[in-house]
């Protein structure tokens, strides 16, 4: 996709730095914001697979266990159904989600007590009524339980940043892909080259997900992230109408960190006819993003399968499709949404740790306004960068 003129050397207001779900929807909320002239560079084709935001679907939802996030994705609700009435198109899925687990894992009752202290709609279920809402679906031992929240459900996540990307160029934005971006020149004028030529701007906002970590070095800022490769898997259900997202809930299992399969996610049947959405949450396999498909690195179906066959009734046990896809982790698994600290003008958003689709038009908001100067509407002491040690001193 390109949009606007490509010729180099062209000046800008504010360049994005990647095409991801962050980096569209930042490029968007400029755009609608006062951004001015602002630029989307993206290294791959548009809607490519290789980093974070491709795939028929992500979860979304209100339950975490920090109460922070409970805030923004209220307006992150607000803000998906702007961008759908806007685009005119769907790109939410009323499923419900389930969170269930042993009564002694501390996420799920963190998650019970941040719906419970925000006033967010859920109902508490015991686990022989997940069981009795879910009697050909489920099993849970009796010292588990539940929680489901109605408004929980899924996005269409290729869907939506397309969507993004379509609306930032209507509303004159520019979009240039396949411009990977080969070096940042600091200075109250950026010079941002890539492989197709020079762009300068007043700002630059890298939202490059996986590639973050590198691109940030060699501006002097070393992220303490974990890129990591992991698997999404796709399940045959043997009646895929018990499994249709009319009648089965997104669900994330979170169970105790000594358990192999500590918090476990799914989506009800969408993305594939007939298939169920069921993977592993938690993940160490490290990668260099421009090599995450050369290994297939460690398989997470062996730790996967045991889960399936527990707590699932209907459901083969190897999965039919497997797909690749990477997490950029922070430690705190919050992500940063910070100035440059000595480049005031470059912003970053980054480290989003598998959970920052659903929170796009939020992250959007908060870049939009860290790049504009304008007065932040969040708290942003959880995903300030000096919450970590940034800096090498060997490099700077
Ligand atoms: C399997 C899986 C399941 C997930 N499930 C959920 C979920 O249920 N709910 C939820 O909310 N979140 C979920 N997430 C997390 C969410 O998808 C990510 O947090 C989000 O997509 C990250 O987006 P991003 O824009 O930061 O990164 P990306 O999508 O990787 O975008 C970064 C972009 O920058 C580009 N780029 C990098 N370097 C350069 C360069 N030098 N020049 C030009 N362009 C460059 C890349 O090519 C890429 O397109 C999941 C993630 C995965 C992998």
Request: aromatic share 10%.
């Amino acid at each position: 996709m390109e949009s606007g003129s490509s010729s180099s050397s062209k000046e800008y207001d504010v360049i994005v730095l990647g095409a991801g779900v962050e980096g569209s929807s930042t490029a968007y909320n400029l755009t609608k914001n006062g951004g001015g002239r602002v630029l989307l560079l993206e290294q791959f084709s548009a809607l490519h697979t290789r980093g974070s935001s491709h795939g028929g679907s992500r979860i979304t939802r209100r339950a975490y266990t920090k109460a922070y996030y409970i805030k923004m994705m209220d307006e992150a609700y607000r803000m998906w159904d702007q961008i759908e009435r806007e685009g005119k198109t769907q790109l939410y899925l009323d499923t419900g989600l389930l969170m269930f687990g042993p009564k002694s894992s501390h996420c799920l009752q963190d998650a019970i007590r941040c719906l419970a202290e925000s006033g967010t709609p859920h109902n508490r279920l015991s686990a022989q009524q997940v069981m009795s809402k879910y009697p050909s679906q489920l099993y849970l031992p009796f010292n588990h339980e539940g929680v489901f929240e109605k408004d929980g459900g899924l996005l269409m996540a290729t869907k939506a940043v397309a969507t993004l990307q379509r609306l930032f160029i209507e509303n004159g934005g520019e979009f240039l892909d396949g411009h990977k971006v080969k070096e940042i020149t600091p200075g109250p004028i950026i010079r941002v080259t890539t492989d197709q030529g020079v762009f300068t701007a007043r700002r630059l906002i890298i939202t490059a997900g996986a590639w973050a970590p590198a691109i940030m070095a060699t501006l002097g800022v070393h992220l303490p992230f974990k890129v990591c490769r992991t698997e999404v898997l796709y399940w045959k259900a043997e009646e895929p109408k018990d499994f249709s997202w009319e009648n089965f809930p997104a669900f994330i299992c979170y169970t105790d960190s000594e358990d192999p399969y500590y918090h476990v996610y799914g989506l009800p049947i969408y993305e594939y006819p007939g298939l169920v959405k069921i993977c592993f949450h938690t993940n160490h396999n490290e990668v260099d993003p421009d090599a995450r498909d050369a290994l297939p690195g460690p398989s997470t179906t062996d730790l996967v399968r045991p889960f399936v066959q527990r707590h699932f009734k209907g459901v083969q046990t190897t999965p039919s499709i497997y797909e690749a896809c990477m997490y950029t982790e922070s430690p705190d698994e919050d992500p940063v949404l910070d100035r440059h600290p000595l480049y005031p003008n470059i912003i970053m958003g980054a480290g989003f740790s598998g959970h920052g689709f659903k929170l796009a038009p939020v992250v959007g908001k908060i870049l939009t306004e860290l790049a504009l100067d304008l007065p932040p509407s969040y708290d942003l002491a959880p995903f300030r960068l000096d919450r970590f040690t940034w800096q090498s001193p060997a490099k700077l």
